[in-house]
């Protein structure tokens, strides 16, 4: 199962831009799977922000963070990113990557994405 580690959150005001990282443990094969990226809100149920196939090729977002957000992915790094930018305090979040195999038409549905990190903070606040 591939192990990804999240990092790159923190406390940002708001119009602000963070970079989440979502990096793949060493000895998997990165570039077979899609990684999307969720969020869950305090005493929110868990969204889909986006998700970007396994070649980087195409991407897809939540309405929500059309425009201000954009994922991409670096496979000879085992690493994918999150760029956020227009920060607003509804973004507040912890923020997680999971994989799933190679395409993101399940995305937003959480079902078929079996691998998850642990979790990155984001807090947007003035």
């Known amino acids: 199962q591939l192990q990804l580690v999240e990092s790159g959150g923190g406390l940002v005001q708001p119009g602000e831009s963070l970079r989440l990282s979502c990096a793949a443990a060493?000895?998997?094969?990165?570039?077979?799977?899609?990684i999307g990226w969720f969020r869950q809100a305090p005493g929110k149920e868990r969204e889909g922000v986006g998700c970007?196939?396994?070649?980087?090729?195409?991407?897809y977002y939540a309405d929500s963070v059309k425009g201000r957000f954009t994922i991409s992915r670096e496979n000879v790094k085992d690493t994918a990113y999150l760029q956020m930018n227009s920060l607003k305090p509804e973004d507040t979040a912890v923020y997680y990557c999971a994989a799933t195999q190679l395409v993101c038409s399940s995305w937003p549905d959480e079902v078929a994405f079996g691998s998850w990190g642990q979790g990155t903070q984001v807090t947007v606040s003035s």
């Open positions: 060493s000895g998997f094969t990165f570039n077979y799977y899609a």
């Open positions: 970007i196939v396994s070649n980087g090729d195409t991407s």
